[in-house]
């Protein structure tokens, strides 16, 4: 049975988009294939178990039925690590995720496990990226994001991580690299690491429509609520504006799919959203949405004009600043009903990613 380990340099590298296209490409090959993510950091309520969200993704999206609490054994809720400090116990840990493994191995011709951080996250509870791989008895592909010299020192320092635990890395994925700088970085970061002994399966150009949230899943992140076009929330958020500015100033940033956030009693800049249509003179608006601030609702003839427009309207408690921030902060992740970023991932990995390498290597 091979196995193989997903691993990353940091947070949001794109581990999951990695499995998920290695596990739709892979399917093709081999008929039975399983996932596990043993340690998860995010996770929904699922009949009563906490299951990290990546798991219920490949779930449904690979149609892979090996348990979902099999697939996400260990979840990192609040207060996990300073409960272990105080009581450690490496070998409950340890056993919950071999048995998990090896229900979730069982009958499998590959099975890809997804890894949480960089090679040392976890080790606060004695299970690092990189003890996990040794637990598991698996090799690693690391993914790093776009860029030359930061990427590389990355992927050395966690390499020798892995390499302390016995643990061998297959080689590397390099993600998000800028269209532009495509050909200069894949031609640098693979002379840059083959000097180190590294191979590079993969770099996977930028795609910025998987970076692109919906309004829904702003609302699912934040505490904002609806005021109004609660049926158009799956709306894809392409630029954000924060409209501080004056009216006639407002209308240039105003681009298509761009979400406007506004004071609520600003109604001036409130009429300038409503009245910027696309360029295909279809009465469509441009703004896909609009996020009010300071928790201040618009008065009676403006809300009725904002009802009527067809786009969402969410409100927020926090300043015009503090609501941007967050927006900006988001980690987009990819969802189940997301069916076109989900296309583009399987795509995107095939045409720029090694697969033969991957399988010889494993």
């Known amino acids: 049975m091979r196995k193989i380990f997903i691993a990353a340099t940091k947070q949001n590298d794109g581990k999951t988009t990695v499995s998920l296209g290695i596990i739709r490409n892979l399917q093709q090959k081999f008929g039975r294939v399983g996932f596990i993510k043993p340690i998860g950091q995010r996770y929904l309520e699922e009949e009563g178990l906490k299951i990290d969200e ?38 409950n840990i340890s056993r919950q995720i071999q048995d998990s493994f090896r229900r979730i191995s069982k009958n499998q011709e590959l099975v890809v496990i997804e890894g949480t951080g960089h ?25 790093s994001s776009g860029g ?27 993600n998000k690299v800028l269209p532009g700088k495509f050909e200069k970085i894949n031609r640098l970061v693979r002379k840059g690491l083959e000097r180190k002994g590294i191979d590079v399966l993969g770099v996977l150009p930028y795609d910025p429509m998987l970076a692109k949230p919906s309004i829904e899943q702003i609302l699912e992140e934040t505490d904002f609520e609806v005021l109004c076009g609660e049926q158009y929330l799956e709306r894809s958020v392409a630029k954000v504006i924060v409209a501080a500015m004056e009216p006639r100033d407002a209308e240039r940033y105003i681009t298509e ?4 956030i506004t004071p609520g009693d600003r109604e001036d800049m409130i009429n300038i959203a409503l009245n910027c249509f696309r360029d295909s003179g279809s009465k469509k608006l441009k703004i896909c949405g609009i996020v009010l601030t300071c928790g201040i609702t618009p008065q009676g003839p403006i809300m009725e004009l904002l009802a009527k427009a067809e786009i969402p309207v969410l409100l927020a408690d926090s300043d015009t600043y503090d609501v941007a921030t967050c927006v900006h902060d988001l980690t987009v992740k990819i969802r189940p009903c997301d069916t076109e970023k989900i296309n583009a991932v399987v795509k995107l990995m095939k045409e720029n990613v090694d697969f033969n390498k991957i399988l010889k290597g494993i």
Do not use: Q
């Not at 030359?148 to 390099?174: C, Q, S």
């Not at 799919?257 to 406007?260: F, G, H, K, R, Y």
């Open 54 to 91: 990546d798991s219920v993704l490949i779930e449904e999206v690979c149609g892979i039925k090996c348990g979902l609490k099999d697939m996400s054994p260990i979840a990192v809720e609040k207060g996990f690590t300073e409960k272990y400090i105080a009581k450690p116990d490496k070998n």
């Open 119 to 143: 090679a040392g996250v976890g080790s606060v509870f004695d299970h690092s990226n990189a003890a996990v791989a040794k637990l598991l008895g698996s090799k690693v592909i690391i993914i």
């Open 148 to 174: 030359v010299g930061r990427p590389i020192d990355e992927i050395v320092l966690n390499k020798a991580l892995f390499e302390k635990e016995g643990v061998k890395v297959l080689g590397v994925i390099i």
């Open 257 to 260: 799919d761009a979400l406007m």
